[in-house]
């Protein structure tokens, strides 16, 4: 059983965080637009296109078998019991599933400190808004985010390792990826933030030591971030 | 089995998308911050207080016995066969699920038109730049959206009166909502939109018709819209 997913080449964007749980289950996907025998950009486009089947409002999309499924989080909930990375019984599962949710929210914040007005405008024709945003956001959303994640780890009955029981979940992958990103876009704000959220710090530095996700970290399928993603170096954003 | 729903008093908000799910399949709750007996605000205060046990990074929070769930659209994950309103078989119940993230991506969007810079301030102190970002949503996001669900009904081999399948789904319900919060926030530019949507016009209308909704929605339960939660009617932000 080989997945599909489609997502645009060249950024991690939100289809980074199926790749994530994906390459950490070792299990066999063809990254369809990155793939020129899979169909390449071709098969995205045409999967979208206004005359297309249309099958998601937009990226990420997961083909399994005759099922196409849109949104990273449903995407990962269908994935999650497949890859054995929803937890233990299905109390766990949807708090996997919440966790999930709750970095998706934070995902869509860091997306709008470099667009607050509009996703069709470029960066550069929303500079003052976009600063007053990442003001905001590095100064109230980014503590009060890691903050509950902290909150989350400190209190797991089964330890600080991961967010829910004890064992790896694709919402711990997700929060390596948020974090990730948050140290790449906002490296000065997200350090301070870091050094108060001691478990949030270790769980990331942990994902990145697993050895199939160190893999994949070292190859050519991760892409490097840059300033087309969600997670972009902006210097006068950071502070 | 009596559920408890933990959500602000004083506004729809969030917490409206679980009500409207509830009210729909009859089942019995608690909307614990609106009932002295359910303990009232300081009860939803306590769940999330520093110092407390903060299930969740925000509302709505609901308690099914021992569980408790944040994130609204894994609070309706959870209910949507307790319901019955997650469709038929796996397929249906994650393509409900797709369909509530695509409803919350827009509802977000909704939020920002109004809080374009800091949820921590006022919309008199973001007045200019929510009228950017109000002017690229009606101009691009809501047609986006609608026509995006437009083609989901239309294109539904079941029939275009419901989302997924044959039978009414939470993300139906959910659908209705967007709608009506928009046609009050939004009024000139929804109406435009919906003219070129029929079937969401019409589901729109079916849900609001169903016996049990429109009970709900006669009721004191119903909170009215206002200018304090998602959808704002901001004269200047509609055009």
């Avoid at 708090?95 to 550069?124: C, F, K």
């Avoid at 490296?187 to 030591?209: D, N, S």
Wanted: hydrophobic fraction near 45%; include cysteine; glycine fraction near 8%.
């Amino acid at each position: 059983m080989t997945y599909d997913l489609y997502y645009w080449p060249g950024i991690q964007g939100r289809g980074e965080f199926v790749r994530l749980a994906l390459e950490e289950a070792g299990a066999p996907y063809r990254d369809v637009a990155r793939s020129d025998e899979a169909g390449g950009f071709e098969a995205l486009h045409d999967l979208l296109a206004e005359d297309g089947p249309r099958p998601a409002f937009a990226c990420p999309i997961l083909r399994d078998g005759d099922l196409l499924i849109g949104q990273t989080a449903a995407i990962l909930l269908h994935l999650g019991p497949r890859l054995d990375l929803a937890g233990e019984g299905a109390a766990q599962a949807i708090r996997t599933h919440q966790m999930q949710l709750t970095i998706a929210d934070a995902v869509n914040e860091v997306h709008d400190t470099h667009h607050p007005i509009a996703v069709s405008l470029p960066y550069e024709e929303q500079k003052p808004e976009a600063a007053r945003r990442a003001g905001a956001f590095r100064a109230e959303r980014l503590p009060a985010f890691l903050g509950w994640f902290e909150h989350v780890l400190a209190t797991n009955p089964a330890g600080p390792g991961q967010l829910v029981g004890r064992r790896l979940t694709y919402a711990d992958l997700s929060l390596f990826q948020l974090v990730d990103g948050l140290r790449y876009a906002f490296p000065a704000a997200t350090a301070r933030v870091l050094a108060g959220t001691p478990h949030v710090a270790a769980l990331h530095a942990a994902v990145a030591r697993r050895p199939r996700v160190a893999a994949y970290l070292a190859s050519e399928r991760r892409e490097p971030f840059n300033e087309h993603g969600i997670f972009r170096r902006y210097p006068e954003l950071d502070g």
